[in-house]
């Protein structure tokens, strides 16, 4: 009897697991990357040693605007190649983000940082803000 029902609890955590993640990827697919981005976050428990899906959680984030959830990504994506890489988009992303912050409101010159350039709008804007910095300092010296 105790061997049927450790059978049956283990079988639920299997299938509820695949579950999670397939309403993930199902809300991913169907561009509902709010959803599944608040969802991955309410059972991030349950995958987070899953890097495609830590990965996948990290873009529905993204792509939903929710670019403060990405740490915890950044910090479990490292044993495979692409999983390094989207750590390091995350990476960019979330520093982008606070140097932004850090440049507008304490006034402080972000103009000289570097940063590669990737297609989400933060990284737009902080690749636009240091260009205008840049021309700002420059007209200012001369």
């Given at each position: ?78 044993s495979s190649k ?12 979330l520093a982008q ?46």
């Amino acid at each position: 009897m105790r061997l049927l029902l450790f059978f049956l609890v283990f079988l639920t955590y299997s299938f509820g697991d695949k579950i999670i993640t397939k309403d993930i990827i199902n809300l991913y697919k169907s561009g509902e990357y709010r959803k599944a981005c608040n969802y991955g976050f309410r059972v991030f428990e349950k995958f987070k040693n899953d890097e495609n899906m830590v990965s996948l959680y990290g873009i529905s984030c993204l792509k939903a605007g929710y670019v403060d959830r990405i740490g915890i990504p950044i910090l479990l994506l490292k044993s495979s190649k692409s999983a390094r890489a989207n750590a390091a988009l995350f990476s960019t992303i979330l520093a982008q983000k606070k140097l932004l912050f850090y440049a507008l409101f304490d006034n402080v010159d972000i103009s000289s940082l570097v940063f590669p350039e990737t297609d989400h709008i933060i990284s737009k804007i902080f690749t636009l803000c240091c260009l205008l910095l840049q021309e700002i300092w420059i007209s200012g010296r001369s």
